[in-house]
């Protein structure tokens, strides 16, 4: 299929579920004034000089993960979704009422549907809204117009975020999934299944990007009558997200004795607050060792001989916060990997040839299932995140098997540059759409030059390669490229998933095939044809398997996963290079390593 095909087809899907986006729906000249006014709009909320709560900033819970977005309200005010008509705004302005009457002239809405508020949301570069559906009290459609740069948007039905609607890896998104851009001067006018059944999100954007969102509040009987579909609508969902999680509500005790009914979800929420208060209590632990440390080192509390050096790095197996508490809140593992056949890992002729088990099980798939892969990861993990805020702003940095660039925007947030590459060209493809500098490579053959990087990011990479040898050349070409004196981090699959692990998987093996569910996501076609149509596309893996249970096709990963220990011998090959740390983080194990020579 070609782009342009592949467009149509989005375009089709949107319109077939009540989504039509308009291109050029405003001229040059009203987006520049819109943007313009916008931005002075913008300003004088910060000083505090609008009416009410017209301007919002950040709440500050969400800002530590870039959840969220600055925002201004004219004509009704919302927060989190919830209509407050007590809440004092300003009414729409002349500028807004100027882009709605552009609206009407480009047949975009009729005068009938003119609506009477906006919600006005300024993204800066990493920020992201997570899947909701629009509350009922506005009435149906509503547009929203971009301003600035292009991003995307997705529309789903069924999806299933973790707790606290941050878009992290292990969280499937079920359902079907539509992922369609929005360029600046365009409006998307959502109804129907679009707007009440269909969760949009917004995934972390690439650059700047300000959205006008029209919408009309209803009459009082048009209202009741919306909240009551809603209502209904939302309770099945509910339902839908209990039966796929596994979660049954169960009746405590009698009704006379007034006792609530209390669900799995609600036991799983007391454990996160458990897990949460025992995560505190042992980082204030270390705090403590920290400081003790210290006293022993200038001497205050027994003797200092028996302390590490400050400037020596420790390359040992060290205890996270996560993994002294996950004790308490294990995962029981769902889906089993089994070992691969005999005989199926091939040995290469050189370690810089890839093998076909790389090719057909790590590569082709990838490529065959880069938008459905794209739809479940959002953003670096919070690992990762953490590694990127300790480097210094201003760093140039390599993400080597970038997949597609979650990692970026937090490096971008941070005031450095990155350079990504992948092998797998449909991810690759799915970074340039985001804006992404990115190129497709192998990353045991890297086309960088030596000592280029300030850090680099080696995040779910190393679990695809399939020998010991070409696991030693991955790392050496990673720290080739970094900078003397820079550091790398690596993240790889672990075999001890009952550890804490997210994954859902229990790998019976080290080296196991991995399945994934590439979901048919076209009414009225069947998994068989879908199957055959992936295979007819060039380069698709050939050993797809319709799945008519899950309305997929189901593709083998192979993953080598390691065991405690595995991956910081690596290193050892590399003399000219120290882990500084090595430990277990949410199923995986991770090392951080730095050039010295």
């Given amino acids: 299929m070609t782009d342009a095909e592949a467009r149509c087809e989005i375009v089709e899907r949107c319109r077939s579920i009540g989504a039509s986006l308009t ?73 807004l009422i100027d882009v709605v009457d552009a609206l009407i002239a480009r047949g975009v809405i009729t ?119 809603q209502t209904e609508l939302t309770e099945r969902f509910r339902a839908m997200y209990r039966e796929r999680r596994g979660e049954r509500r169960e009746v405590l005790s009698s009704d006379s004795k007034g006792e609530k009914a209390v669900s799995e979800e609600e036991v799983r929420r007391a454990r996160i607050v458990a897990e949460r208060a025992a995560i505190k209590k042992a980082r204030e632990e270390r705090k403590k060792e920290k400081q003790l440390r210290k006293e022993q080192k200038r001497g205050d509390v027994g003797s200092s001989a028996s302390m590490t050096p400050s400037h020596q790095p420790r390359a040992v197996e060290e205890t996270t916060d996560t993994e002294r508490t996950m004790e308490l809140v294990k995962k029981a593992p769902k889906r089993a990997c089994g070992v691969v056949p005999e ?25 065959i299932v880069a938008q459905q892969w794209h739809g479940t990861r959002y953003r670096a993990w919070t690992g990762v995140e953490a590694f990127i805020r300790k480097q210094p702003s201003g760093s140039f940095v390599a993400d080597i098997g970038c997949g597609n660039g979650k990692n ?12 990504g590459s992948d092998f797998s060209k449909g991810l690759i493809d799915i970074c340039r759409d985001s804006g992404y500098e990115v190129m497709v490579a192998d990353a045991v053959l890297l086309p960088y030059r030596s000592n280029t990087f300030d850090y680099a990011l080696n995040i779910a990479v190393l679990h695809h390669i399939s020998s010991p040898e070409r696991r030693i050349e991955l790392v050496k070409e990673t720290m080739r490229v970094v900078k003397v004196g ?26 196991v095939l991995v399945p994934f569910h590439n979901k048919v996501k076209v009414k009225g076609v069947s998994p068989d044809e ?62 951080e390593v730095r050039k010295i020579v």
């Fill in 486 to 511: 820079g550091v790398a981090l690596f993240y790889a699959w672990a075999l001890e998933q009952e550890k804490g692990g997210v994954s859902g998987h229990q790998f019976e093996g080290q080296d």
């Fill in 111 to 229: 005068e009938d549907e003119r609506m009477d508020s906006c919600t006005i949301n300024v993204y800066e570069r990493g920020m992201w809204i997570p899947p909701h559906i629009d509350n009922p009290l506005f009435a149906r459609p509503f547009v929203t117009v971009s301003l600035a740069s292009a991003q995307a948007m997705t529309l789903g039905r069924g999806m299933i975020w973790p707790e606290g609607g941050t878009p992290v890896d292990g969280e499937a998104r079920e359902g079907e999934e539509i992922r369609v851009v929005l360029p600046a001067r365009s409006a998307m006018r959502m109804e129907g299944a679009a707007a009440d059944e269909y969760e949009h999100a917004i995934p972390p954007v690439s650059a700047d990007r300000i959205s006008l969102t029209f919408r009309r509040r209803m009459d009082a009987t048009t209202e009741r009558d919306a909240i009551e579909a």
């Fill in 530 to 591: 879908e199957r055959e149509r992936q295979s007819r596309v060039e380069g698709a893996p050939t050993h797809g398997e319709a799945d008519p249970e899950k309305r997929s096709v189901v593709y083998q990963r192979y993953c080598h996963v390691y065991t405690k220990g595995e991956l910081p011998r690596l290193f050892d090959a590399l003399p000219w290079c120290t882990v500084e740390a090595s430990y277990y983080d949410h199923g995986n194990w991770c090392c």
């Fill in 408 to 419: 970026i925007p937090e490096v971008v947030k941070g005031g450095s540059v990155a350079l």
């Fill in 23 to 95: 291109l050029d729906a405003i001229s040059r000249a009203q987006h520049d004034a819109a943007l313009e006014w916008t931005r002075e709009e913008l300003e004088r909320g910060r000083r505090g000089e609008l009416l009410g709560r017209t301007h919002a900033p950040v709440p500050p819970k969400w800002a530590a993960r870039s959840q969220s977005r600055e925002m201004l309200q004219y004509g009704t005010y919302t927060h989190s979704n919830r209509v407050d008509a007590d809440v004092e705004v300003a009414s729409m302005p002349k500028a």
């Fill in 343 to 367: 005989n199926f890992i091939d040995a290469a002729s050189k370690v810089t040839v890839m093998p076909q088990v790389e090719r057909e099980h790590v590569q082709k798939v990838y490529d």
